[in-house]
C-alpha cells in the first residue's frame, strides 16, 4: 500500500507562487511514477505534471507548461510542485498521486493523496 500526503496549498494572488508537497510512504515508492491533478469546482480531475522514477522525464499539461515545475527527492520519498505566475484559473483541489508505471500516470494512477486547496484570487 502506498500512502500519499500533500501540503503547501493555500491562497495567493494571481502572479504569485506556491510550492506543493507530496510526502510518501509505504511500499517503494522511489521506483514508482509520481505526479498531479487538480479538479476545480463544477469540472472533472484532470492530469497536471508527472515525473518518472528517476526524474528523467517529465510531462505537463498545456495549461501549465512553461509555469509549474514538477521534481522529486527519492531520498525523501518526496514530491514537489513549484506553481509560478498562478492565475484564477489555476485554482482547485490538488492531487498528488503515484503509479508503479508512467503510463497510467498521465491519465488514472493508483495511487491518490487526499488533496490540497490552491486559490488564486483575481
Known amino acids: 500500500q502506498v500512502q500519499l500526503v500533500e501540503s503547501g496549498g493555500g491562497l495567493v494572488q494571481a502572479g504569485g507562487s506556491l510550492r506543493l508537497s507530496c510526502a510518501a510512504s509505504g511500499r517503494i515508492v522511489s521506483s514508482y511514477a509520481m505526479g498531479w491533478f487538480r479538479q476545480a469546482p463544477g469540472k472533472e480531475r484532470e492530469f497536471v505534471a508527472a515525473?518518472?522514477?528517476?526524474?528523467?522525464?517529465?510531462d505537463y499539461a498545456d495549461s501549465v507548461k512553461g509555469r509549474f515545475t514538477i521534481s522529486r527527492s527519492n531520498a525523501k520519498n518526496t514530491e514537489y510542485l513549484q506553481m509560478n505566475s498562478l492565475k484564477p484559473e489555476d485554482t482547485a483541489v490538488y492531487y498528488c498521486?503515484?503509479?508503479?508505471?508512467?503510463?497510467?500516470?498521465?491519465?488514472?494512477?493508483?495511487?491518490w493523496g487526499q488533496g490540497t486547496q490552491v486559490t488564486v484570487s483575481s
Open positions: 515525473i518518472t522514477w528517476s526524474g528523467g522525464n517529465t
Open positions: 498521486a503515484a503509479d508503479p508505471h508512467y503510463g497510467p500516470m498521465l491519465t488514472w494512477p493508483r495511487y
